[in-house]
């Protein structure tokens, strides 16, 4: 199993939901969170002080899919969330090492 | 000119029918009555306008420009003072600010306002009853230490504030009331001040007390911890946008309402301070978009604000052109002290109220002895009757040294007592919070309550 974690522009959260239906993925946690990478951040101007605004808000998701599905879920995920622009958000993928659905106690992808 | 008229039309029938003088009478007394239910109703209206601008115009205002976690310590620091001010006027602050006494000071004839009842006071309102002329004067009692809060928000303990405001009302408020609306009043031009000061609405009483206050308070106090250093945002300008125009409403209360009538002299003040709130609007926008290359919301309702302030001593004395002149110079004036001026003083006038009434205060109370005429208020008069020129307009220049005088006056008076009760609350209690508690932030620390519990 892996974990990807995809952090992309909230406005673009609807569209990857909706990608992530139409290829079978079911599951899905969902964090608003605030974040920058090579993206600078916004000047704002209030009675004439600036502020720099560096940590934009950006929405987190994160799934667990089985291995054989890895490749199918990024390009889903990152053709729905890309602009083409900076900003656009990275994707991270890492091991599982076990999953428990709680309410009966399933082990490893049948829990997904 | 009303009861005049509406007298000119019923004589002719009451004589024709050979009344007797006691019909005459009946029908004098009828018209009088009818004038004090317009005049009355009017001022009512008017003293629930303004104080719809403490509460909740000025909390919301200055409540979204602070920090959350010190949006309640904000709103409140209006609210208490809607309900300790109240107290105070009834016990003393009445009687201090309009008893005749001294040309200082008003004397003690109104404690616990004694004989402040239905029968009007014919010296400050003939056509009202005296306790809605008291509950109206109330409400400007309320708003203005209500003002200099936002230079010492979200630093200042709640208890030193109670304190603070308390003695800042008797001693600096009670005193310039006096002086510029009480009878006898060293600057009141209209009941025998020595020094005549045009101050429609509270140019000197309201603004330039407070706002200068404001600066003192934000001298003494210093900065907010990490100020310069941490983003110190609004964190709601749907708040403060809120706030700007329940204030803007509640002006026409306070500029309008101060003719004490529902005359034609309030709607005289009602379009002023409408005209300069509409151009110092659009002055500030303008000058910001071109130094800034966006208007903001927060500088079109700072704008605003500039403008009623800088009308509010002019509103009754000026035309409409005049007062689209001084809202336009207010605007831009009051953004080039926030916005350009502050950060080069370096000083933590938190929410700008120095920026915006001591300085727009200012600015009002010398144009309006430009522009004050005859021509808009005769209630100025020689002996044989003829109005007499008010402003540099009406070609009485002179009277431009007299509104100097009068901001000279409320800027000392302001600048030496705020001091004093500084000093005093600093002894008393402590004016300032800890670190600790400023990093929480006030709801915590001086409420014991937060502002948005949304996962509540």
């Known amino acids: 199993m892996k974990k990807i974690e995809a952090i992309i522009q909230p406005f673009k959260l609807e569209e990857v939901k909706e990608a992530m239906k139409s290829i079978g993925v079911d599951g899905m946690t969902v964090t608003e969170v605030r974040g920058h990478g090579r993206q600078k951040g916004h000047k704002e101007v209030y009675r004439g002080r600036e502020y720099q605004v560096d940590l934009l808000p950006k929405v987190k998701l994160e799934l667990v899919v089985a291995d054989g599905r890895v490749g199918e879920v990024i390009k889903a995920l990152s053709g729905a969330a890309r602009t083409g622009k900076i900003g656009d958000g990275k994707i991270f993928v890492s091991d599982v090492m076990e999953a428990i659905r709680i309410r009966n106690d399933d082990r490893g992808e049948t829990a997904l | 000119m009303r009861p005049q008229y509406a007298l000119g039309l019923c004589l002719p029938v009451a004589l024709s029918t050979q009344a007797q003088p006691d019909k005459i009478a009946a029908l004098e007394e009828a018209v009088k009555s009818a004038q004090s239910a317009g005049d009355n109703a009017w001022m009512l209206t008017s003293a629930a306008l303004v104080l719809l601008m403490t509460g909740p115009g000025l909390a919301l205002f200055y409540s979204g420009l602070v920090r959350k976690k010190n949006v309640l310590a904000t709103m409140m620091q209006s609210f208490v003072l809607m309900a300790l001010v109240t107290v105070l006027w009834a016990l003393v602050g009445y009687s201090l600010a309009f008893g005749e006494g001294s040309p200082y000071l008003g004397d003690l004839r109104y404690l616990f306002l004694a004989g402040v009842e239905s029968a009007p006071n014919g010296d400050y309102a003939a056509t009202?009853?005296?306790?809605?002329?008291?509950?109206?004067?109330?409400?400007?009692?309320?708003?203005?230490?209500?003002?200099?809060?936002?230079?010492?928000?979200?630093?200042?303990?709640?208890?030193?504030?109670?304190?603070?405001?308390?003695?800042?009302?008797?001693?600096?408020?009670?005193?310039?009331?006096?002086?510029?609306?009480?009878?006898?009043?060293?600057?009141?031009?209209?009941?025998?001040?020595?020094?005549?000061?045009?101050?429609?609405?509270?140019?000197?009483?309201?603004?330039?007390?407070?706002?200068?206050?404001?600066?003192?308070?934000?001298?003494?106090?210093?900065?907010?911890?990490?100020?310069?250093?941490?983003?110190?945002?609004?964190?709601?300008?749907?708040?403060?946008?809120?706030?700007?125009?329940?204030?803007?409403?509640?002006?026409?209360?306070?500029?309008?309402?101060s003719a004490v009538a529902a005359s034609s002299l309030a709607t005289s003040a009602f379009v002023a301070t409408h005209f300069a709130a509409a151009t110092a609007t659009l002055g500030w926008l303008a000058i910001e978009w071109l130094r800034t290359g966006k208007p903001s919301v927060l500088g079109g309702i700072s704008g605003a604000v500039a403008g009623l302030v800088a009308i509010t001593p002019a509103s009754g004395f000026v035309k409409p052109f005049h007062a689209i002149l001084i809202g336009l110079a207010a605007g831009i004036l009051c953004y080039v002290m926030v916005a350009m001026v502050k950060s080069k003083m370096g000083y933590d006038d938190s929410l700008d109220a120095f920026g915006v009434h001591g300085v727009g205060g200012t600015l009002g109370a010398i144009l309006t002895g430009v522009f004050a005429t005859n021509a808009v208020n005769n209630g100025l008069k020689d002996a044989a009757g003829k109005p007499l020129p008010l402003g540099l307009v009406d070609g009485n220049g002179g009277q431009m040294i007299n509104q100097l005088a009068g901001s000279a006056i409320a800027w000392l008076l302001a600048i030496v007592g705020t001091l004093v009760i500084?000093?005093?609350?600093?002894?008393?209690?402590?004016?300032?919070?800890?670190?600790?508690?400023?990093?929480?932030?006030?709801?915590?620390?001086?409420?014991?309550?937060?502002g948005y519990n949304l996962e509540a």
Not at chain 2, 159 to 175: E, N, Q, R
Request: hydrophobic share 50%.
């Open chain 2, 128 to 257: 009202i009853p005296h306790q809605t002329y008291m509950v109206y004067q109330l409400m400007f009692a309320i708003i203005t230490p209500a003002l200099i809060c936002g230079a010492f928000a979200e630093r200042m303990k709640f208890s030193a504030m109670v304190i603070f405001s308390a003695l800042w009302l008797l001693v600096v408020y009670c005193p310039m009331a006096h002086m510029v609306w009480g009878k006898g009043g060293l600057l009141n031009a209209f009941l025998g001040g020595k020094l005549p000061c045009f101050d429609f609405a509270g140019g000197t009483v309201v603004h330039i007390t407070s706002g200068v206050s404001a600066l003192v308070c934000a001298l003494y106090m210093g900065k907010r911890n990490g100020y310069e250093s941490e983003p110190m945002r609004p964190h709601s300008l749907v708040l403060s946008f809120i706030g700007a125009c329940l204030l803007w409403v509640g002006w026409f209360g306070f500029n309008a309402g």
């Open chain 2, 422 to 450: 500084l000093k005093i609350c600093d002894v008393l209690v402590g004016v300032r919070v800890s670190g600790e508690d400023e990093t929480q932030g006030l709801d915590l620390s001086q409420h014991g309550e937060e």
